[in-house]
């Protein structure tokens, strides 16, 4: 068993977020699904980039760290895309992390990963917010910096395709993503 946390895109603490949450919950992991906002999630990715500008990138980083506060410092941190980047960014001061989860983004990184970390990418290729030379080049910082990364890409595949939400949705892909999830998080 596992703790997890894991954080929403710039659309806001939607369905998506709390189906996987409870895919995780059901495999024996306690799940946190912290709202980065505080407010009903957003209807297009134009607003959430607009709610995020407003609420600011600090006061989404702050909520997120008052959301690890009473976790193990062994729990897993995971995102979806902009939440990929939140737990990339908390990483630093979360060394003791049991892993780092990344469905949508890169999240960054690379300067914090230790070596060993388990670290596993979901990501749509070509990924419309990480070109493919900038994913090769992520990829290459964290293998160099002794992470034991997994990549999966996602061929032909909208950016959140795990969203049945949403237009981009993409069953096979989804369907793909889920037992992968659940390995990475039973060998931690």
Known sequence: MRHVVLFHSVYG???AVRAAADRMRVAGHQVATPDLYGVPAPD????G???L???GQEVVLDRAREALRDLPAEAVLAGFSMGAGVAGALLAE???SAGLLLLHGTGGAADAVRTGLPVQL???DPDPYDAPDEVDEWQQAL???GADLTVFRYPGVGHLFTDPDLAEYAPDADAA???RVLAFLADR
Do not use: G, Q
Request: no cysteine; aromatic share 8%; hydrophobic share 40%.
């Open 49 to 51: 980039f607009a709610l």
């Open 122 to 124: 979901h990501l749509a």
């Open 44 to 47: 297009s990715v134009e607003e």
């Open 53 to 55: 500008d407003k609420i």
């Open 177 to 179: 993503t889920w037992p």
């Open 13 to 15: 603490l939607r369905p």
């Open 94 to 96: 979360r060394p003791d």
């Open 143 to 145: 293998t160099d910096a």
